[in-house]
């Protein structure tokens, strides 16, 4: 709709709307749905908070195959909960999107043809419990330090929904660390399984915040437009930083001899992330991406029933209220 009402407008009138946009954006003031928005704005809107929608959707499953084998009672009813959050997670994200002039059925179908992405991360497989535990402190924590910024995003919807994301990523952090903190205090062969996890887990996390600043397309522009408020680069950084003393009070080795802290820049230096590792799974070659997506695609059409009865529900409900009224 906003679309077509940019394109019969004046040039004049369209600088006039550029200029209030711009100001609202450089007073740190949230851009809301019915306000006018440049048409790359509302696109790379789409494009992100679609991507992290079907992200936290798609991020179920490597966990939920672990529901049924939780240990206990405890880690099962605590995993179940985590899970139901990720699927909240994405509806929050998914109305958001919507509220940009795109359908959930076009969203999904973007997914499904591979047109949109998600999260590389997700494309690894599960193999022992303590997975469970390294993605609660690994993919999560990265999840932390990306989305608390995006609290601040300039697209009032999406910092709204990120609030209460990044409360419930707090929770889910800390089950994955304490079961890792479990494991490292029990035997010696729960410990190797702990860092087993870390092992194939690190490399992966830090890949999730994206290509180094120098090769990522949209980055300049996203801090420009305060959709990003930290470059990829410095939220890996922060990510490393905060997790090296983590893994230290669990006895683990994080899996990287270049990994050395540098005084000079309070920060720690850290060694060569396989990149060509990365862009494969991107494009759909990593281990998991097939079953991900087939899981998806059937999740939707086994679901179809569920679609129709609730439409049909829906227009019984508004016949009758019409057949009231009038
Ligand atoms: N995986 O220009 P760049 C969660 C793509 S869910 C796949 O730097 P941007 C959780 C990128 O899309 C975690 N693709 O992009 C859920 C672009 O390709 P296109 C999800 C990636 O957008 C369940 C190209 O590479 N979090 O936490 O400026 C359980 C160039 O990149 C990845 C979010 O989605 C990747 N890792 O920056 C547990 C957070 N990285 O689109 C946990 C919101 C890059 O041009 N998203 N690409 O075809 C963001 O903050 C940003 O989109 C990113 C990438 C930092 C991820």
Known sequence: MMYKKTQIMSTNEIKNLEEIFEAKIARDEKIEPKDW???KYRKTHIRQIS???HSEIVGMLPEGNWITRAPSLRRKVALLAKVQDEAGHGLY???????LGISREELYEQLHSGKAKYSSIFNYPTLTWADIG???WLVDGAAIINQVPL????FGPYARAMVRVCKEESFHQRQGYEIMMTLCNGTQEQKDMAQDALNRWWWPSLMMFG????????????MKWKLKRKTNDELRQQFIDQTVPQADIL???IPDDNL??????GHYDFGEIDWSEFWQVVKGHGKCNKERLNARKNAWENGKWVREAAMAYADKQHQRKTKQTG
């Open 211 to 222: 290509p180094t600043d120098e090769e990522s397309t949209h980055t300049a522009q996203s």
């Open 151 to 154: 609290c601040n995003t300039s």
């Open 93 to 99: 994200l998914y109305s958001a999107c919507e509220t």
């Open 51 to 53: 991507q992290h929608a």
């Open 260 to 265: 050395k802290y540098n005084n000079d820049t």
């Open 251 to 253: 006895g683990l080795k």
């Open 37 to 39: 928005m440049p048409e």
């Open 134 to 136: 390294a993605i609660g």
